[in-house]
């Protein structure tokens, strides 16, 4: 009654849901309004919501649960809309890209300039070069490892990055999941053994070509003895 009353005085819908032993309702009063521009009457409909209340309550479970996981896992998870908008990341992305934590990276790097992305090669990549890379990664099935920095620091990081698109009816991409992981150490460690390697070869061959002329010395000797 409250609600026909509040309709016949402010003369607009209202709308309100209630819930009871027998589930949840959606409630619309409309007052009717004649050509003069009086209320003659008062509409209401009701619909039952209940297994609507539900879906978005397990969903919305599902959701936390997801969450949860996403946050407890090392590898950096973040997914970009179809216009590239960045539109989730978990703490563990955050840490990658230097920010504190993931609403902090959601806020600062939504629409991808929070980091300088360097290819294989030294290039730097637009975020779209960047996305299609991706793409052919995925083709391919392996993993494609880039560098990055974030503006204004000179500290560049390794990652490599998985990606799965996600696709609309008609096959289009309607949003991409990346998920990365930081291997600076392991390519940092890689370098320094090619490093050392080469080190060694080059010791090895400034060692043999000592030997090679001291033994051409030695050769000469026993000739001019002869």
Known sequence: LGSVRQAIATGQMVRFQDE?????????????????????RVAAVSRDITELRQAEDELKRSRNELEVILGGISDGVTVRDKNLRLIYANDAAARLKGFASSSEYMARGRHGDDFIIIDSDGRQLTLADYLRQHEDSFHSGLPLEVRYRRPGSSQVHWLQIKTAPIYDEDGTIRMTVFISRDITEQKRTLEELSRSRNELHQRIN??????????QVLRNEVELRR
Do not use: C, K, Q, Y
Not at 206 to 215: G, I, P, S
């Open 206 to 215: 400034e060692r043999t070509a000592e030997l090679a002329a001291a033994n």
């Open 20 to 40: 009871g032993i027998s589930g949840v309702f959606d409630h619309v009063v409309t007052p009717i309004i004649d050509a003069d521009g009086r209320i003659t």
